[in-house]
Every structure is written in structure tokens, then in C-alpha cells.
């Protein structure tokens, strides 16, 4: 009894120190997946390294069709959102969307971010929206992150 104890609770604290993205407020689609290059998901941030270039992709599934599709990204830090700006915001151009996206169909969106050599040192809460023609998030992604 002891030894499935003891297994049980190795198996929790790995599990606590995974990264875990979370959905902030998707109001027309659901994300199934999300992948960052070079991010070690068996730990409780993604590493990002300045001086860099990040390459994302989320997978989602889509509720409702969506004629454009904007994409913005956010840096909260203590409480407060900053933006991360973007050469190429509109996400039907270069990121593995062709638009108008159909309701009912999945798609894979690609992206890649600047870490600039100018940002701080700090663990950073990002957060990635898709957004279609009206402002309404398709999907809202939040991920925990350490720029170093």
C-alpha cells in the first residue's frame, strides 16, 4: 500500500511541474493543441531566450466562420498586459490560414515572436488571441513563460 503511495505522489509532483496552457475567454473555437519550439513542457514555464525568434502553433477547432482573423499577443507581468508587437498581425497571411475559415473545420495556425534583447529578465504570462472580423477572441491562449 505504501509503495502505490509513494507512486502516486511522484506521479503528482511531475504532474504539478508540467506546463499547462489555458484557455483565457475562447468565445468561437476551442484550441486542441499547442506547440513551441525548444519549450520543455515537463516544466512549469516555457524558456525564452532573448535574442531570438520563436516558433509557435496552435491547433483549434472552430465553432463559427470567421472572414478575418487577427492575431494579438500580450505580456502580463505583475498584473499588467503589455503588448508584444507583431511584423504580420493578420493571421490569414503567412501562419497556415487561408481565410474565410469554416465553421465546423480545424485549422493549424503557425506564428513566430521576437524575443527582443530589450525585454526584462521575468517570468511573463503570455497571452495569444486569435481574433475574427468583429474583435471576438476565436480562441485565447495563456501561456506561462520566463524571457532569459
Known sequence: MLRYAVIACAA???FA???EFSDCGSKTGKFTRVGIEGCDTTKAECILKRNTTVSFSIDFALAEEATAVKTVVHGKV?????????????ACVDSGLKCPLEKGESYR???TLPVL??????SVLVKWELQDQD???IICVEIPAKIQ
Open 12 to 14: 503528482l509532483v511531475a
Open 17 to 19: 511541474g508540467a506546463l
Open 78 to 90: 505583475l498584473g499588467i498586459e503589455m503588448p508584444f508587437p507583431l511584423s504580420n498581425p493578420d
Open 109 to 111: 495556425y503557425t506564428a
Open 117 to 122: 534583447r530589450s525585454y526584462p529578465k521575468v
Open 135 to 137: 474583435g471576438a477572441d
